[in-house]
C-alpha cells in the first residue's frame, strides 16, 4: 500500500517535472543548432541528430557592425533599471504599507483600505492606457530614451504590488510588539527600523523577488519610451528577430534572459525555506 | 510617586471604553482590575501607558501631568497576554533592549539582565531564540524584559490566560514573591485579570470594572464580603453569586414567589418591600429537610462537588463538601443558608451582608 | 458506538533515527463504550498524540487499534466513524445551521426524510431548534462548537467522540452550559466521549474517569475522587488539585507510621514491604485538620501566611523547615502564631521513589 502510493507520486512528479524542464531543454539544443538543423525536421541529440556549433550564442555578442545583435549593454541596463526600481519599490512600499497597516487615515469616505486598493488597482488598468501620458510626462522631463526615465516608470509599476504584500505582511504582525518597543524607550521611528524592520526581511524578499519579475519581464514600456540610446533586454531579445527567423540565436537570448531569475528564485527559495522566518511572527 | 486618574472617558461608536475613571495608587501596592472580557482593562492599562490618548480627563503621574509625556519616556513596563518578544533577538538581547535603548553602559546592563534572568529562572536559556521556548517561558523572558527596567510602573495584562492551568498557578506563586521584593522597591504595580480565585490570591488591592467604569476599588476582603452590587458580586465569584428577585414581608423573606425563609438578624433594619438576594454556592447545601431540587449538573473539583440545581422557577448553584456522583435529573433537598444572605435594593445596591457588622 | 480497545500502542514521531524518542510509551487501554473520557496532562505530555492515534490523522509505529474486536489501525480518518471536535470551532460559514448539521448525512447520500428527522432530532438536544435557518457564520462561539460537535452527533454509527481542548475559546460563563450539554448528550446518546485537556478542573467536573498523563506515558487512570484521594505519583498528586499535595521526606518508622521531622505519623498504609530511601507522605491540604490542642498524629507549626482565596483560607504553617499547606472554610478561625495541625490516619499516602505505596 505505502510502495504504491509513493511510487505513483514520484511518477507525478518526474512527468510535472518533464513538462516544466523539456521547453528548457528545447531551447538550450536549439541554441546550439544551425539553419538545417532547424528546417529540416525535429532533431533531439547533438552530435547524433544535429552538429552542434555556438553561432546563435556568438551572434549575441557581435556588434551590429559586423552583423550581430549585442545584447550585452541591454542586459546590463536591465539589471540595472529592475534593481534600482525594485529597490525604490520596496523601500517607499513598506514605509507606505506600514502606515496603512498601523496608522488610521480617513478623508470623507476614503479609508485605509481604498487607499490600498487604490496602490494596487494601478494594476488592474491595462498598461496601454499609461503609455501616452508617461510618453509625454518623460519627454517633458527630459527623461525619454534614459535609464532614469525608465526607472521611474517601473517604480510607478512595482511599488503596489511591494504595498500590497507588505500591508498584508504587517497586519499579521501583531502590533504589541510595536507597543512593547514604545514601551521599550524607542520613538516611532525608532521603533520602526530596530524592530519592526528586522522581523519585516521574509515579506520584504517576497515583495522583491515579485518586483523583479514583473520589471525584468516588462516589454512595453522598455519598448515605448526608448528609442536608440538605451535599450533593454526584452527589446533587444525581439530586435534579434529578421525575415529569417534565427531561433538558434533567439533560443540562446531567452536561456540568458531567463536565468538571473532562476537564480534568484533558488536565492530566495532556499532563505525563506532555512530560517522559517514566516513562521517566527504568529 | 502617586499615579492620579481623575475622570479618564474614552468613547468607542457606542460604547464607552472609559467611562469617568478616576483613582489614586500610590507604589509598593499591587492593583489586580478584574472585570469579563471587553469591561475595559487593556484599554485603561494601554492609556496608562500611553499607547491610547484617552478623550478627556487627565493622568498624572508624581504630581507631573503624565499626558504630555510619550510612551518612550514614560517609565512603565507591560506585559500581554500574548507572549510579546522580539522574534529577531535572542532572550537575552530580549531583556538587554529597553536597557540598550536609554544608553546604559554595558557592564551594567550585564548585571541586571543577569539578575533578571535569575528572578524568572531561566539561567542557561541566554542564547535561545524566541521561537525555541515554550509558552510559559516566552512569557518569563517577557516578564523579566519589563522588570530589567526597574519601572516606575509595571502593567500585567492577564499574562497568564494563556498558559497551562498547572503552570499558571506556579508561575502566579512566583509572579507573587517577584512582585513582593519588586513592590516593596517604589513600584505601581497593576495587574488585570477575569479570574476571580486569581485577583483573591494576588492579594492586593481589587479594582471590579465593567463597561469602562469602575464598580468598586478595595481589598479582596473587602470586595468578597461586600460587594457593592449585584453585577460586582457576579463578576468577582466563580461561580458566580447566585441571585434572586425576592421580597421581605415581616419575618419572611421569599425568593421568586418559591422559596420562604426565615429573614436573618443582619436584615433586622430592612423595611418590606422588594430586594434583589444573593448568596453563593457555599451557602447552598444538601439538608434532608429543604426545598426540592432537581439536579441538573453535578461538578466535582477537588474534594468538592457543585451542584447546578433548578425547579420550575429558580436555578441555583449548591456546593457539597464531599465528593458524590448525581444523575441528571434526580430530585435532591437544598437548604439556604440564611446568615449568608446578601440583600441588594432593586437598583442592584448592596442594602446588607452578611459581613455588615464586621465591616 | 464501539468499545475501543488499544494494544500495546506506541508512538514515535521520527522512529527510524537513532535517538527515536517515544512521543507516547508503549500501553494498552480499553475506553467501555458509553463512557466519559478526560485525558489529562502538561502540554508536551502526549495526550493530543492519543487522541490523534485514535482519529487516524497519526499512525501509531507500533500496536493495533481494535474498534469493537475490529482492526483499523490502518483504515483513514474518514473510515473510522469517528466525530472530533477541535480548539476551534469548524462550520461551513456560508450555510445555514440546518445544512452545518445536514451535511455529513448529505455526504453519505441519505434520503430527504432521514436527514429532515435526524437533524431536527440534534438540533433539539443542543437547543438549537431556534436557529436552524441562521446562517452559521453568525452564530457565537460556543454555538459554534455545539455545531461542530453536533455534526458527529447527527451520524448514528460514532463509534466515539472526540474533543481536543473544546471550551478553550468559549467564554468562562458558557462554558457550563456546554459541559452540560455534553453530559446531556453521554446520557441520551450513550454515546463515548473522549475529551483532552490541560486543566484539571475541567477533567474532574467532565469525566467519569481521568487518564493523567505526562512525559508519554499514562500515569494513572481513575475517577475524580480517586485521583484526588490516592493519586498514584507524587506528579499526579502536584498536577491535580489547587494547592498542589502536601509533600515530605520522612522515614518508615514501622509497619504502619513513618517519622516526619521529630513527629511520628501513623497511616492506614501497610509499610512493611517499604524499606526504600526516598520516602514522601503526601496529604491535600484539604484534609490536614486545624487542632485546638495537641492530639495524636498532629505537628505543631508556626503560621507564616493566611491567604484569602475567598471561599477558602489556605494557611502557610512552617513546621521544622517543611512548609504544611491548609485549605479551611473562610468562617474558620485561625490563630495568629502557633498551630497543631492533624493529619488523618486514612488521608496519609505514603510514596516510595515517587510511587504510592498501595
Known amino acids: 500500500m505505502g510502495t504504491f502510493y509513493t511510487t505513483l507520486k514520484y511518477t507525478a512528479v518526474t512527468i510535472w517535472s518533464m513538462f516544466v524542464i523539456a521547453p528548457f531543454l528545447w531551447a538550450l539544443s536549439t541554441s546550439f543548432k544551425d539553419f538545417n538543423s532547424v528546417t529540416s525536421g525535429a532533431t533531439y541529440i547533438p552530435w547524433v541528430d544535429f552538429e552542434p556549433t555556438l553561432e546563435g550564442w556568438r551572434v549575441l555578442l557581435r556588434s551590429p557592425a559586423q552583423g550581430g545583435v549585442n545584447i550585452v549593454e541591454p542586459y546590463l541596463n536591465s539589471i540595472f533599471v529592475t534593481c534600482l526600481a525594485s529597490f525604490i519599490s520596496i523601500l517607499l512600499g513598506t514605509l507606505a504599507a506600514y502606515a496603512l497597516s498601523r496608522y488610521t487615515f480617513k478623508a470623507g469616505f476614503i479609508k485605509n483600505d481604498d487607499i490600498t486598493f487604490f496602490f494596487i488597482s494601478q494594476r488592474i488598468m491595462p498598461p496601454v492606457v499609461l503609455a501616452i501620458p508617461f510618453f509625454i510626462m518623460l519627454g517633458k522631463l527630459g527623461l525619454l530614451d534614459t535609464l532614469l526615465g525608465l526607472v521611474m516608470v517601473y517604480v510607478v509599476l512595482l511599488m503596489p504590488i511591494a504595498v500590497w504584500i507588505m500591508v498584508d505582511f504587517f497586519n499579521k504582525v501583531p502590533v504589541e510588539i510595536d507597543e512593547t518597543a514604545l514601551i521599550d524607550g524607542c520613538n516611532p521611528i525608532q521603533a520602526f527600523f530596530k524592530v519592526v524592520l528586522p522581523n519585516s526581511i521574509p515579506g520584504m524578499v517576497v515583495a522583491g523577488l515579485f518586483c523583479m519579475i514583473f520589471g525584468w519581464t516588462d516589454f512595453f514600456f522598455a519598448f515605448i519610451l526608448t528609442f536608440t540610446e538605451v535599450q533593454l533586454l526584452p527589446v533587444a531579445i525581439v530586435s534579434l528577430n529578421s525575415s529569417i527567423t534565427p531561433w538558434w540565436s533567439l533560443s540562446a537570448a531567452a536561456l540568458v534572459s531567463v536565468a538571473p531569475l532562476i537564480v534568484v528564485a533558488f536565492i530566495v527559495e532556499r532563505y525563506l525555506s532555512k530560517g522559517n522566518l514566516s513562521g517566527a511572527l504568529k | ?359 | 458506538m464501539a468499545q475501543i480497545k488499544l494494544q500495546n500502542i506506541a508512538h514515535s514521531y521520527n522512529p527510524n533515527s537513532v535517538d527515536s524518542k517515544y512521543a507516547l510509551k508503549p500501553f494498552d487501554m480499553t475506553w467501555v463504550d458509553g463512557g466519559r473520557y478526560a485525558i489529562l496532562g502538561p502540554s508536551g505530555c502526549g495526550k493530543s498524540t492519543m487522541l490523534n492515534i485514535m482519529s487516524g490523522i497519526v499512525k501509531p509505529s507500533e500496536g493495533r487499534l481494535l474498534f469493537d474486536g475490529v482492526d483499523v489501525t490502518d483504515e483513514t480518518t474518514s473510515d473510522r466513524n469517528i466525530a472530533q471536535v477541535f480548539q476551534f470551532p469548524v462550520i461551513y460559514g456560508t450555510m445555514t445551521v440546518h445544512d452545518n448539521l445536514a451535511f455529513p448525512l448529505v455526504c453519505r447520500g441519505y434520503d430527504k426524510s432521514f436527514i429532515e428527522s435526524k437533524v431536527n432530532e440534534v438540533a433539539e438536544a443542543l437547543s438549537l431548534e431556534g436557529l436552524l435557518s441562521q446562517s452559521a457564520r453568525k452564530l457565537t462561539a460556543d454555538q459554534k462548537q455545539l455545531i461542530s460537535l453536533g455534526r458527529g452527533l447527527v451520524r448514528d454509527n460514532v463509534a466515539a467522540i472526540l474533543m481536543d481542548e473544546p471550551l478553550t475559546v468559549i467564554d468562562p460563563d458558557l462554558k457550563f452550559r456546554l459541559r452540560r450539554k455534553l453530559k446531556e448528550i453521554n446520557q441520551k446518546y450513550q454515546s463515548t466521549l473522549i475529551y483532552v485537556t490541560h486543566d484539571q478542573n475541567e477533567a474532574m467536573t467532565f469525566a467519569e474517569n481521568i487518564i493523567v498523563m505526562d512525559d508519554g506515558e499514562i500515569v494513572q487512570v481513575g475517577s475524580p475522587a480517586e485521583l484526588f484521594d490516592r493519586p498514584r505519583t507524587t506528579f499526579v498528586g502536584y498536577f491535580i488539585g489547587a494547592p498542589a499535595m502536601n509533600l515530605f521526606e520522612c522515614d518508615v518508622v514501622d509497619s504502619n507510621s513513618i517519622k516526619f521531622g521529630s513527629e511520628k505519623i501513623s497511616t492506614e498504609t501497610d509499610l512493611k514491604s517499604v524499606n526504600g530511601e526516598n520516602i514522601k507522605l503526601g496529604i491535600r491540604a484539604e484534609y490536614v485538620q486545624l487542632m485546638k490542642s495537641s492530639a495524636k498524629n498532629t505537628v505543631q507549626a508556626k503560621v507564616e501566611s493566611v491567604d484569602d482565596w475567598g471561599n477558602h483560607k489556605l494557611i502557610s504553617a512552617n513546621f521544622e523547615g517543611n512548609i504544611i499547606k491548609v485549605k479551611v472554610k473562610r468562617e474558620v478561625e485561625v490563630p495568629a502564631e502557633n498551630v497543631y495541625l492533624r493529619f488523618p490516619t486514612n488521608n496519609c499516602c505514603i510514596y516510595e521513589n515517587e510511587i504510592l505505596v498501595p
Open chain 2, 1 to 359: 510617586m502617586t499615579l492620579i486618574a481623575s475622570n479618564l472617558t474614552t468613547k468607542g461608536k457606542e460604547e464607552f471604553f472609559l467611562n469617568d475613571i478616576s483613582f489614586e495608587m500610590s507604589p509598593g501596592k499591587i492593583y489586580t482590575i478584574i472585570g469579563r472580557t471587553l469591561s475595559g482593562k487593556t484599554t485603561l492599562l494601554k492609556t496608562i501607558a500611553g499607547l491610547i490618548a484617552q478623550d478627556s480627563g487627565t493622568l498624572s503621574f508624581n504630581g507631573n501631568n503624565f499626558d504630555v509625556i510619550p510612551v518612550w519616556k514614560r517609565q512603565v513596563a507591560m506585559v500581554y497576554q500574548q507572549f510579546i518578544n522580539y522574534p529577531h533577538l535572542n532572550v537575552y538581547d530580549n531583556i538587554a533592549f529597553p536597557l540598550k535603548q536609554r544608553k546604559v553602559d554595558l557592564a551594567e546592563i550585564k548585571d541586571r539582565v543577569k539578575q533578571a534572568i535569575e528572578q524568572v529562572g531561566l539561567e542557561g536559556f541566554e542564547e535561545r531564540k524566541i521561537q525555541a521556548l515554550s509558552g510559559g517561558q516566552q512569557q518569563r523572558v517577557a516578564l523579566a524584559r519589563s522588570l530589567v527596567k526597574n519601572a516606575n510602573i509595571l502593567l500585567l495584562d492577564e499574562p497568564l490566560v494563556n498558559l497551562d492551568y498547572k503552570l499558571r498557578e506556579q508561575l502566579r506563586e512566583e509572579f507573587k514573591k517577584i512582585f513582593s521584593s519588586k513592590a516593596s522597591e517604589e513600584a505601581i504595580l497593576i495587574y488585570s485579570t477575569t479570574d476571580p480565585i486569581e485577583a483573591m490570591q494576588l492579594g492586593g488591592e481589587v479594582i471590579v470594572m465593567d463597561e469602562g467604569k469602575i464598580l468598586q476599588q478595595g481589598s479582596a476582603k473587602e470586595i468578597y464580603e461586600n460587594p457593592r452590587s449585584t453585577k460586582v458580586a457576579e463578576i468577582t465569584n466563580d461561580p458566580a453569586m447566585n441571585l434572586f428577585d425576592g421580597e421581605i414581608n415581616g419575618k419572611k423573606i421569599t425568593l421568586n414567589n418559591e422559596v420562604i425563609l426565615n429573614i436573618p438578624k443582619h436584615f433586622k433594619d430592612l423595611p418590606d418591600g422588594k430586594y434583589s438576594f444573593g448568596i453563593r454556592a457555599s451557602g447552598v447545601t444538601l439538608d434532608k429537610s429543604g426545598f426540592p431540587f432537581q439536579i441538573e449538573l453535578a461538578e466535582i473539583s477537588g474534594s468538592e462537588t457543585f451542584l447546578h440545581l433548578n425547579n420550575d422557577q429558580i436555578h441555583v448553584v449548591g456546593l457539597l463538601d464531599a465528593v458524590k456522583n448525581f444523575n441528571i435529573g434526580e430530585t435532591v433537598k437544598v437548604s439556604f443558608d440564611i446568615e449568608k444572605l446578601y440583600a441588594f435594593g432593586s437598583d442592584g445596591i448592596l442594602m446588607s451582608s452578611p459581613y455588615s457588622g464586621t465591616k
